[in-house]
């Protein structure tokens, strides 16, 4: 899975805006660039085409006239030995170099016509792709920049899960007994718990003497019975 080193948001955001930006400039002049090519074509093949044609026709005119004016010169003059048709010699030399310029003109229209045809298919070849691109890639491209932006920021809007509280636990040394008896630690004499005495125990059991042996480190219990006094030896007369 591919990742991403994002450091701020508003790098694609003024990215996006550098974008729209370009996109404008680029759409401003591609349009003043198709404007100049068919203001030049128009130039070229409507204007420049027709006004030639036209200077073509009427140099053709002149020629015809200026032609016409020589020979009616000529004729009233021929009874003369002196003909004086220089003027008309002359507007009829104008007219001819008129009509080769006008001619000359026309062709290098026809000729400049296929070239600059050439020249504005190569420029079509190249800058049609990028028209293409700003009419209907630059909407995706623009689209696909917003969601990067809304799913960073909804990302930076997440909290951190906070982490799970744990129990304290407790080692067992330091840890209490389950029950309210304390456990006795060595060294020490456990406390003995009192008992109710029963009434139905004899007397003698509640007078035996506890006598204790040492020697093995053990300690015996010597019980000694006590014989309960009857009735007749405490009425007994002393002899």
Known sequence: MSQ???????????????????AEDARVALGAMEMEIRQVRNWLERDQYTYWTSQVKR???????????????????????????????EALRIA?????????????????????????SEYHSQSQPL????????????????????????????????APVLPPTS???????????SEPTPGSVAPVEARP??????????????LSAKGTGSAEVITMPIAEPTGDETTRPTS
């Open 197 to 210: 005495v029963d009434e139905s125990e004899s007397e003698s059991e509640q007078l035996q003497p506890e």
């Open 131 to 162: 028209s293409d691109k700003l009419s209907g890639g630059l909407a995706g491209s623009l689209a696909m920049l917003e969601r990067m932006i809304v799913a960073l920021e909804e990302y930076l809007a997440l909290e951190a899960p906070s």
């Open 171 to 181: 080692s067992p040394d330091t840890s209490a007994p389950p029950s309210g008896r």
């Open 96 to 120: 001819e170099q008129r009509l080769d310029a006008a001619e000359d003109k026309v062709e290098r229209i026809k000729r400049w016509g296929p070239v600059l045809e050439h020249a504005l």
């Open 59 to 89: 140099s053709e005119e002149k020629i015809a006239e200026a032609r016409t004016e020589l020979n009616r010169r000529r004729l009233s003059q021929s009874n003369s030995d002196a003909v004086s048709d220089s003027d008309q010699k």
């Open 4 to 22: 991403a080193n994002v450091r701020s948001t508003d790098a694609i955001k003024q990215f996006k805006l550098a974008l729209i930006t370009y």
